[in-house]
Structure formats: structure tokens, C-alpha cells
């Protein structure tokens, strides 16, 4: 498996399926976008083994588990059944001696690491919150170590190099109190919160409390009762929960990032309905990062197109990307793909979007 740095980046890279030749093809994956979208079963059944191949570096489960006889989790879109001595796909779950274990992300134990951002700060949704006004203030970043996704391009894949059992830990007590009087708000992401939802919340009411802004960077795919929860934390407080909408088609999403998107649209779709309860700052933002040959303008158009049917007025964040974990041969996002992006998410109806990343831009 060739990780991000290890050699020179390749000119061109070959479809499995057609033979087309370009440098907008990520070689581990080995397929093309036309292919994706026209040969379906074919191009899932490759991208499967790149992600087995790339789960397998750091020993997680290659697939979620579903044993015949297992314990059904159901935290996630993955829903895993676990058998005895499986982990569940995130890594964070097994079985042992018949009996569903919870190794991390319970209010007693997170696997995380934390640090204090000034503001304003890179946030996806800095251009529409209140937090780009708190300078002086801080925000809490809290980077979860696990994932119930396995992007490809992942932006901050180092997190897989933590263990459940050995990596240090900390409670949501603890993480509550390490904010003080000039932390302004809390985001979690990582990695994804979605894993450690129970941690996350009990962490959130207890900076809520404190008077704490609480938010969220999220691929969406918790069960729709913890986002919520989450949701109304985010409202009570002033925050807002960032979706990471990463594709509109659902072969084309499981190809880049192993699972369905179908609850993130659902739960989306829920928040969506809500957002008239407080419209500003905005409680829910959408992003999409804009990866080279496989996100492109038509994909955006259709995720464009799928939130102003919500609400035009929610926030739609575009993403310069950098080429990271087995996509490390790809480009970064071009400023034409970008503002062709831009201009076909206003042409759907959206009133709010932006470009973001723009030092990434070629």
C-alpha cells in the first residue's frame, strides 16, 4: 500500500475497467469516474478490495461484521453484528465471552486528543458563525481517533493509528473541564464523532453548561437520535452541526468512502427541517470536498440541488483538497474545478456558498 510521501506522485494512472488512462485516477483505486457511475457492481467490487487493502495497514475490520450469531450495534449506518473476538468496522466495538464490549467513546473513556484554536479559526463554517467575531477566544478542537467511514483521501488518517485498548483516553468530564474562561465553543471531529457519540453528548452538556458554543464537523452517518441530540445542543447553545455531504450518487459514494450515504441524507434531511428554529448563525452547514476526477461540478450540482430543496438558505462550504492517505497521486482541487463548482451549487438555488481552502487551489 503506497501512504501519502512515500514516493514521487505518478503522471497517470490506468482504469481496470476501460483502459482509459489519466492523472485524474487514483492508482490504488483504479478506476475511473465515468466507469463508476456506468459500471456500478463492477467498480464496487474493486473499490472493496482497496479498502480491505488499506483497513488491513492498521488491523481495523475490512468490512463491518455480520456474523450469523453476533451482537448488533447499531450507533451507526454500518449497523455491524459482531461475533466473538470481532471488533465492529470503527474499531471501537467487540464481543467477549458473549457480550457487546464498548472499548471506547462511553462518557467514561473517549479516544481522543484535544487542543485550543484561536479564532477566528479554519473552521468549515467560519464564514457563517458567530465565532469568526470571538477574537481573543478560543475554540476546544476535539479530534476523535476513529471513524465509521474509510475515505480514501482521508484528510487527517492518522487517527487509525491509535488502539482502542492501549491509546490513552479521556472522560467527557475531564475533556469538560479543560475549558475556561476564554474558551468560546467546542467542535468535534476527526477522525468523525459519530463513533463516540456518547461521549461527545455527555461531553456537551456539560460545556453547555458552562456557557460553551457546541458544534460539530460530521460525516452524518450516527443513528438520527444521537444527531438529534446533537442538534439540539448545537441550537441551544448557538453552534451548528457541519455535514460533510461527500457525494450525491451512492455508488460513487461508496467507492470513495466504503459506506452508504443514505442516513447521512436522511439525518441531513432531518436537521434541514429544523432550521427555521434559529436560522441565525445557521444551525446546519453542508461541505463537499471538491476531489479531483472523482467530485466533480455534475456531483455538486446534484448535492447542491438535493439542499435547496430543504432550505436555500443553508450554507454550502467547497473544499480545496490536498492529496492525502492512497489518493496522494492526485492533483489538488484546480481553481477552475472549484469556481465551476461554485457557480453550478448558485445555479441549483443556493444563496450561501463559499469556497474554502483557496490556499490549496491550483
Not at 475531564?174 to 464523532?193: H, I, K, Q, S, W
Not at 460530521?218 to 445542543?233: Q, S
Request: overall charge neutral.
Amino acid at each position: 500500500m503506497w501512504l501519502a510521501g512515500d514516493d514521487e506522485p505518478l503522471p497517470e494512472q490506468m482504469c481496470r475497467l476501460c483502459g482509459t488512462r489519466s492523472r485524474f485516477i487514483a492508482a490504488q483505486l483504479g478506476l475511473c469516474l465515468a466507469c463508476i457511475r456506468s459500471r456500478p457492481a463492477e467498480a464496487l467490487a474493486l473499490a472493496d478490495e482497496a479498502h480491505a487493502a488499506a483497513r488491513r495497514i492498521f488491523e481495523l475490520p475490512e468490512r463491518p461484521p455480520r456474523s450469523p450469531a453476533g451482537r448488533l450495534c447499531g450507533l451507526c449506518v454500518n449497523r455491524c453484528v459482531i461475533g466473538e473476538g470481532e471488533y465492529g468496522y470503527c474499531g471501537l466495538r467487540r464481543v467477549h465471552q458473549g457480550r457487546l464490549q464498548h472499548l471506547a467513546g462511553t462518557p467514561e473513556r473517549g479516544l481522543l486528543h484535544w487542543y485550543r484554536d484561536a479564532l477566528p479559526t479554519n473552521c468549515v463554517a467560519d464564514p457563517f458563525c458567530a465565532g469568526h467575531n470571538q477574537r481573543g477566544k478560543h475554540n476546544l478542537a476535539v479530534f476523535y481517533a476513529a471513524c465509521t467511514a474509510d475515505c480514501l483521501y482521508c484528510q487527517n488518517w492518522h487517527f487509525r493509528e491509535s488502539d482502542a485498548l492501549r491509546s490513552p483516553a479521556l472522560s467527557a468530564a475531564a475533556l469538560a473541564e479543560v475549558a475556561n474562561a476564554r474558551t468560546y465553543c467546542v467542535c468535534y471531529f476527526g477522525g468523525d464523532p459519530a463513533g463516540q457519540m456518547a461521549h461527545a453528548l455527555a461531553a456537551s452538556r456539560l460545556l453547555a453548561a458552562r456557557g460553551v458554543v457546541v458544534c460539530w464537523e460530521t460525516n452524518g452517518t450516527a443513528h438520527p437520535r444521537l444527531m438529534e441530540r446533537a442538534l439540539d445542543l448545537s441550537l441551544s447553545t448557538g453552534g451548528c452541526v457541519k455535514y460533510d455531504l461527500k457525494a450525491w450518487d451512492e455508488t460513487l459514494h461508496r467507492v470513495l468512502t466504503g459506506v452508504s450515504n443514505a442516513q447521512t441524507l436522511e439525518n441531513f434531511a432531518r436537521a434541514a427541517a429544523r432550521f427555521e428554529e434559529r436560522p441565525s448563525p445557521p444551525p446546519l452547514v453542508a461541505s463537499t470536498l471538491l476531489v479531483p476526477g472523482y467530485v466533480d461540478a455534475d456531483e455538486v450540482d446534484r448535492i447542491a440541488r438535493f439542499i435547496a430543496g430543504l432550505n436555500p438558505d443553508i450554507p454550502y462550504v467547497l473544499l480545496g483538497f490536498a492529496p492525502q492517505f492512497i489518493f496522494p497521486d492526485l492533483p489538488t482541487t484546480s481553481l477552475r474545478h472549484a469556481e465551476e463548482a461554485e457557480a453550478r451549487a448558485r445555479a441549483a438555488g443556493l444563496r450561501h456558498v463559499w469556497i474554502g481552502n483557496r490556499h490549496l487551489l491550483r
